[in-house]
């Protein structure tokens, strides 16, 4: 997922920082409809999910010429940044810290009846809507933008373990709102 | 995708089928205004002075000379050191004297004369400190 063809993003981001501007050209080619994608999944909302990806390139730019090769991915790094930011704009939509988002266990099916979208993306997308930011951050990185468990830890900041109880957890909770949504999803009831 | 293939729905490996269908959906790239803002961003932040290997400038200096004396701790021990020191110029504290009678509790004041230095039983001296020289001058021969 993070592998890309031609020059490595590290040769390319120090190109940058050289003066070269094809290298930015090629860099924003490469990386930004990814972070584009990935904050839409993720924020579900088309102009948050462009200014997050503008910050995050923003915040690549001006590390560059401190950037040292060879550690971190810039993809990686930048996923990262564009999650981080992704979230700050969940949390502030909720309004409550993210510990104190409760991580319901029980079914509630109630919760969705309510939707009237017949398209299945725009079913999955709203139940991923219903997941605790954390869980929904690691599902969409593992099943939609399809890393790995070490690149979500990496991109996440916490553990593999970690990364596969919340993909685990996120997985079943979305299997239960989706429980709801039998028709939208062309399920033979 | 056929209906078969959701009769699995919501079971989490027919979520599995879902995924595969967002992954496939091919998402709308960057539209040309937002791809043009960003390299826009890109251009101006590649400015000289703006992304270009940067001399450090004052605030960093400062920065780099506060680390090495080990930081906002080691900071505000000079500080400390700093004050005390216009405290005792403008304070002109008194003679010493009677710190240094406290710190030796006393013995600043003892009499140097023998006889206190000594077992009065075993020598019965009573005399100054150039008599105890030479009693000592005599046991030695």
Sequence with gaps: MIASPGPDDDALLARYAAGDAVAARQLLERLAPRILRLARRLLQDPVEAEDVTQEAMLRLWQIAPRWQAGGAQPATWLHRVAVNLATDRLRRRRGVGLDEIAEPDDPDPGVVEGMMQTDRLRALDEALAMLPDRQRVAVVLRHLEGMTNPEIAATMGIGVEAVESLTARGKRRLAQLLQGRRDDLGYDR | ?141
């Design chain 2, 1 to 141: 995708m056929s209906q078969q293939q959701w009769t699995d729905v919501p079971d989490e490996a027919g979520l599995d089928a879902l995924f595969a269908e967002a992954r496939a959906a091919d998402p709308a790239p960057p539209s040309d205004a937002f791809f043009a803002r960003l390299q826009t961003d890109a251009q101006a932040a590649q400015l000289p002075g703006a992304a270009g290997p940067v001399t450090p400038g004052l605030w960093s200096r400062l920065g780099a000379i506060l680390a090495g004396i080990g930081g906002a701790p080691g900071l505000a021990g000079v500080g400390a050191a700093g004050l005390a020191g216009v405290w005792i110029g403008f304070a002109a504290p008194g003679p010493t004297a009677d710190l240094v009678n406290s710190f030796w509790q006393g013995a600043a004041s003892v009499s140097p004369r023998a006889s206190v230095w000594v077992d009065g039983t075993e020598t019965a001296l009573d005399t100054g400190s150039a008599d105890l020289l030479s009693v000592i001058d005599g046991e030695m021969q």
